[in-house]
């Protein structure tokens, strides 16, 4: 029988394929059933071959054909469906010359090959490759590259592609080797599900968790092949990776783990927990991040001050930080328990810190508080920290005056005892204290009455010197403390008044008079008055009270002399509670006159004027200006008038000295004049009077006044005069000789002016010193006599001798009589 076979294999070359080519092998077969058969039995006779050469050898003595496959070395490779996956075969032949002959590529327990490689040419790059035309074959090429770096690339695989797959690899000498790939593709489990201790699902941050509680999350899976690991993780590092699993009424089932954390410590602050589920270790973890919201108790408070030492009323900047507290803890500021507000606060929060900054302008009374940084977590119960610090203020001394216990201010008399305590606070306590009487120190003095002690003031035996007021102060580091003055005042009988013991007025007749008579007691209420007259007779009488207008410590008297008789002394005298006046208050009533002449009248020739200076001499009593006349000396022809012109002073009651008239006047309220643009050649007489309201006195005169040139001429025209004569008296000398001889004559006449200088000024330090002769009687200058011994109710001696001497206009060299003698006047009528 013959059979007849053909076969047509259209197969790319090896060498043109590339790996990623998909395109299957065509097979044309045109054969009758024989050559099938045929082909089979070849095969079939060559892999006995080869498993008689592989049974001869010792390792696989006496083992079948199953017992090798399952004995082959196992690879085991997890893909995730969709996956490219390599299945791995080792196709370096065991002796260094040998080659391959064939690789065919088998699945779970198929005889007919999935993929083969027909190296049988002996060159195997260019072998052939040969896969099923499946779906499973167009998705498989094998990749030769180095010999134990083949594999078979397997494109997104599916279910159906897992299972044991199997490489033969045939050599030309060697035996056939055998490896086994597990393929295994992963079913991964469901995206991890948290919860919270109540069981709530944790859909974003975590929390809150307190400070120093526990903490409890649940993450859970559902499927998953082979069974997912569910792991808890940290900054890349485990926490917890026991797995619990449970059995839920479904075909599915569930994979948790719980974690549970005893104390929330700082350290999870900010972090994120990570729940990992894996089903094998090849495929990637699925992750759910959970953040944490932790709250933090405030770690650490402190207040820092600008300065260590604190004064008073001088502010300085408080600064309290806080951190560690989450959220930011609210600061809160107390000064000795009080709260402060807001306005006096900056506050800067971050993260999990806070700064808060106050300004104080402490003072004496926070001395001794404290002050408190309060750092609250406001979402955190009992998440308190505070800080507390003790004040202590600095401040100058602040003093006050009592009287002692057992002394009353108001019954106070002359001869008493007083004690004064002078009270301070401060910090530091004071080094020293001083006590002031009307800002007068006062010094420690047991004579004298005085005693200081620490810081009290003794007054032994009270006097109206006393009186006044009276201060401490104290002196300490900081600073000096004065207290407030306290007012001494004794009572006491009256007395003239400071300024008004005594005064003498100028009058004339019929001329009224206001005289005011003031007088200080104490106490000032039911002050009565009474006046007196002593004339000039010596005869001492009362003055009715009716005439005087008395309003407190002030009586008024309307007084109007009318004759002679009437200008004399008047004396006021007042009396209250305490008792009567004992020295009055003297009024002396003179009658006015016109005022002395001046005297010591004196020329000063200047360049621009002539100038006139006198000293004045008594007023008479009233006021009184000076008035400067100038007269030509009779017989002085061509006598002009000078100018400016003259000014017409009103004439006096005395008329006009001499027939000649006055060519000018000035009137001045001091006796100094100057004169202007006198003609030069001529004699004139100059008259000086004083002048008030009673008249004017008589001239002082400055006789044969005579002007040499005309004053005010200019020194330019001097000078040219007095060189041109220079020249005339030295025609020969030349010009550098001249000089030589002006600059000798300035210096003779500079000697020639100190001289006189020096001369001049002795003359006026011998008129200073030597004395001033009496002028006329200066009746402005009071006569009168100390009135200290004036005794209320006085009456008049029969001596008509003594009588006279009781005037109050007594001259000064006379001895000082007894004034008002034995007047007794009942000032209660």
Avoid at 227 to 252: C, H, Q, Y
Wanted: proline share 8%; net charge neutral; charged share 20%.
């Amino acid at each position: 029988m013959i059979l007849r076979c053909r076969l047509d294999v259209a197969v790319p070359r090896a060498s043109t394929r590339t790996p990623d080519s998909r395109l299957p092998f065509r097979f044309e077969m045109r054969c009758t059933s024989g050559h099938v058969f045929l082909t089979s039995l070849l095969i079939l006779l060559r892999a006995r071959r080869a498993n008689t050469a592989t049974e001869d050898s010792p390792e696989f003595q006496n083992k079948g054909p199953t017992t090798y496959a399952l004995t082959a070395p196992l690879s085991l490779v997890w893909a995730s469906e969709g996956e490219d996956v390599e299945l791995p075969c080792d196709i370096t032949p065991p002796i260094p010359t040998d080659s391959v002959s064939m690789v065919l590529w088998f699945q779970d327990t198929a005889g007919i090959p999935l993929y083969s490689l027909d190296a049988r040419s002996g060159d195997l790059s260019k072998a052939i490759h040969w896969a099923v035309s499946d779906d499973l074959g167009k998705r498989t090429y094998f990749q030769i590259g180095d010999g134990h770096r083949a594999k078979l690339k397997v494109t997104k695989v599916t279910y159906k592609d897992q299972g044991m797959f199997r490489c033969r690899v045939d050599f030309i000498n060697s035996p056939t080797r055998n490896f086994r790939v597990n393929l295994t593709l992963v079913e991964e489990p469901t995206k991890p599900v948290i919860h919270d201790a109540q069981g709530r699902e944790v859909t974003g941050v975590g929390g809150p968790y307190l400070e120093g509680y526990s903490l409890a999350l649940t993450c859970q899976v559902s499927g998953g092949r082979p069974k997912p690991s569910v792991t808890w993780w940290k900054d890349g590092e485990i926490l917890d990776s026991v797995v619990d699993t449970m059995a839920i009424d479904s075909p599915s089932k569930f994979t948790a783990n719980h974690l549970y954390i005893d104390r929330v410590t700082k350290s999870l602050w900010g972090t994120k927990l990570e729940c990992r589920a894996q089903s094998a270790p090849m495929a990637a973890p699925i992750v759910r991040e959970v953040p944490l919201d932790i709250y933090l108790k405030p770690a650490v408070v402190k207040i820092v001050l600008s300065e260590e030492q604190i004064y008073a009323g001088r502010p300085i900047a408080a600064r309290c930080e806080t951190w560690g507290s989450s959220p930011a803890a609210r600061i809160v500021w107390r000064l000795g328990g009080q709260v402060i507000g807001d306005p006096n606060v900056a506050t800067t929060q971050r993260s999990n810190s806070t700064v808060s900054k106050l300004a104080l302008a402490l003072g004496k009374h926070d001395d001794g508080k404290e002050l408190t940084c309060r750092a609250e977590n406001p979402r955190f119960p009992g998440g308190v920290l505070e800080q507390t610090k003790l004040l202590n203020v600095a401040y100058a001394p602040v003093v006050a005056v009592n009287l002692a216990t057992g002394y009353v201010l108001d019954i106070l008399r002359e001869g008493d005892d007083l004690k004064l305590v002078c009270n301070m606070e401060s910090n530091p306590p004071p080094s020293t204290v001083n006590w002031y009487h009307n800002d007068r120190r006062l010094e420690h003095d047991v004579a004298e009455g005085t005693m200081i002690a620490s810081n009290t003031l003794t007054l032994r035996v009270l006097t109206l010197d006393h009186s006044g007021e009276y201060s401490c102060e104290a002196i300490n580091s900081v600073g000096v403390g004065q207290s407030p003055p306290i007012h001494i005042r004794m009572k006491y009988a009256p007395r003239c008044r400071v300024g008004y013991e005594r005064r003498e007025i100028t009058a004339g007749r019929h001329e009224p008079l206001s005289l005011r008579c003031e007088v200080d007691a104490t106490p000032k209420d039911v002050v009565r008055f009474s006046w007196t007259y002593n004339g000039t007779r010596g005869d001492v009488l009362p003055i009715p009270n009716s005439r005087a207008q008395n309003n407190g410590l002030v009586s008024v008297l309307e007084y109007t002399p009318a004759a002679d008789t009437d200008f004399g002394t008047l004396a006021c005298w007042a009396s209250n509670s305490i008792g009567r006046q004992r020295t009055p208050c003297i009024f002396n009533i003179v009658p006015g006159k016109p005022p002395q002449p001046p005297f010591d009248c004196s020329l000063h020739n200047e360049t621009s004027s002539l100038e006139v200076n006198c000293v004045a001499g008594a007023d008479g009593g009233s006021p009184q200006h000076f008035l400067l006349e100038v007269r030509a000396v009779p017989g002085s022809p061509g006598v002009v008038q000078v100018n400016p012109p003259t000014l017409h002073a009103p004439q006096s009651d005395q008329g006009t000295v001499g027939e000649v008239p006055a060519i000018y006047q000035e009137r001045n309220p001091r006796p100094n004049f100057q004169l202007h643009n006198l003609e030069p050649g001529f004699d004139y007489t100059l008259y000086v009077y004083a002048v008030n309201g009673r008249g004017r006195s008589e001239p002082a005169l400055l006789e044969h006044v005579r002007v040499a040139e005309p004053i005010g001429g200019k020194m330019e025209e001097r000078t040219g005069i007095f060189l041109e004569d220079l020249k005339k008296a030295l025609p020969k000398a030349s010009s550098e000789n001249l000089i030589i001889v002006i600059a000798l004559t300035g210096a003779v006449a500079l000697i020639l002016i100190g001289i006189g200088v020096v001369i001049g000024l002795a003359i006026c330090r011998r008129r200073t010193i030597s004395p001033v002769k009496d002028g006329p009687d200066d009746f402005t200058t009071p006569t009168y006599v100390s009135a200290q011994r004036v005794e209320p109710r006085i009456r008049y001696s029969g001596d008509s001798r003594r009588s006279q001497r009781t005037s109050l206009y007594v001259e000064e060299n006379r001895n000082e009589p007894d004034l008002l003698q034995r007047v007794e006047i009942d000032v209660h009528d």
